[in-house]
């Protein structure tokens, strides 16, 4: 595996000399422990966004901030999951895509989805209703448009005629497309045009084998890569008993707010009943197939898990249970040195 850590606005500082400086150190550091990317959400018209309580950790134009952080790394990738595709045009993307792959050597990807938000879409002209079909043209024309050379699009949304985009991709090298995805169609639109799909936190580990064999079935007819890029809530102590009590408390406030602006996820039974029933779980009964918590040891066996289960390439850290970015910084250090080990690949 490959793993992701989150790109969080909350260590941006407005007010210091040097505002970007300690989320450009906190890359630096997470470079240096051997995370492999950082990954990053695009929200608009938000002062706050799920993972960041009263503060908005997901920045409204994730492309130049992510420009900036590849400038000052070496060898981590980092990924837009999600960017709200159907709010842009795609030729304009496909310029800032090719000119940041060019800057950065090629170590930016595009994880892109639907959105949920109308605001988001209606304030910039963007027809929200329509948004589904134009992700899907956006989705055709890009890796048309990436290539740099000579191509024409007819569709309902979007009429290209003989443009080139440049500047073309770095070494002719077109960057995947991963696509987030939490309800069955889109799954599936994720296996006819991705390279890769970008799985909710909010999906049960069992539960997802059979969307995955769906998933992978369909991307092979239709000639696609099928990378798995899994998002999960990880909550790491040195001991149990270090682990925070507000850890399965902060993720029903995450999950209910989702809901509640729109994104509704497919959730399993004892999860619907938790965030929405008010039924009380501990977090022994939660955790497992939900979240990776517990000291190092439980951490790698529910990680053993996950690879023996689903297997996938890349596994993203989302921070659910512990907005606090000094927590996150502290317990990325521990799964690094503790767990990363036992499931790095090259």
Not at 91 to 115: D, H, K, Q, S, V
Not at 133 to 143: G, N, V
Request: glycine share 8%.
């Amino acid at each position: 595996m490959k793993f992701g850590i989150i790109v969080n606005r909350r260590m941006i500082d407005p007010a210091a000399g040097d505002p970007y400086g300690r989320l450009f150190s906190y890359v630096n550091e997470m470079e240096d422990l051997g995370y492999d990317l950082g990954w990053c959400g695009h929200h608009r018209f938000s002062g706050k966004t799920a993972f960041g309580g009263d503060e908005a950790t997901e920045p409204s134009a994730p492309l130049p901030m992510l420009a900036a952080l590849l400038a000052r790394t070496r060898t981590m990738k980092f990924c837009t999951n999600i960017f709200l595709l159907p709010a842009r045009h795609p030729l304009e993307m496909a310029e800032e895509i090719n000119t940041i792959n060019e800057m950065a050597n090629n170590r930016f990807i595009l994880g892109a989805g639907i959105g949920y938000k109308p605001d988001e879409f209606e304030n910039c002209g963007w027809d929200f209703r329509t948004r589904a079909r134009r992700f899907e043209e956006c989705l055709e024309i890009l890796p048309l448009a990436m290539k740099g050379e000579p191509f024409s699009y007819h569709g309902r949304h979007f009429r290209i005629d003989d443009v080139t985009v440049v500047p073309p991709p770095l070494r002719g090298e077109v960057p995947p497309i991963w696509i987030g995805a939490v309800s069955d169609p889109a799954m599936r639109r994720a296996g006819r045009l991705g390279d890769g799909w970008l799985i909710s936190f909010a999906e049960h580990l069992l539960e997802l084998q059979d969307k995955i064999a769906i998933y992978k079935a369909i991307a092979a007819e239709h000639g696609r890569p099928s990378t798995l890029a899994l998002m999960r809530d990880v909550h790491i102590a040195p001991s149990r008993g270090q682990l925070d009590p507000d850890f399965l408390p902060n993720i029903i406030k995450v999950w209910q707010s989702y809901d509640a602006i729109g994104s509704k996820a497919d959730r399993d039974a004892l999860s619907s009943e938790v965030m929405f029933g008010g039924r009380q779980v501990s977090l022994d009964e939660f955790a497992p197939n939900r979240a990776v918590v517990g000291s190092p040891d439980d951490c790698i066996r529910e990680m053993e898990r996950i690879r023996d289960i689903i297997d996938p390439e890349w596994f993203f850290i989302t921070p659910t249970g512990t907005p606090d970015p000094d927590r996150q910084i502290a317990e990325l250090r521990l799964f690094a040195r503790e767990v990363m080990p036992h499931f790095r690949t090259e």
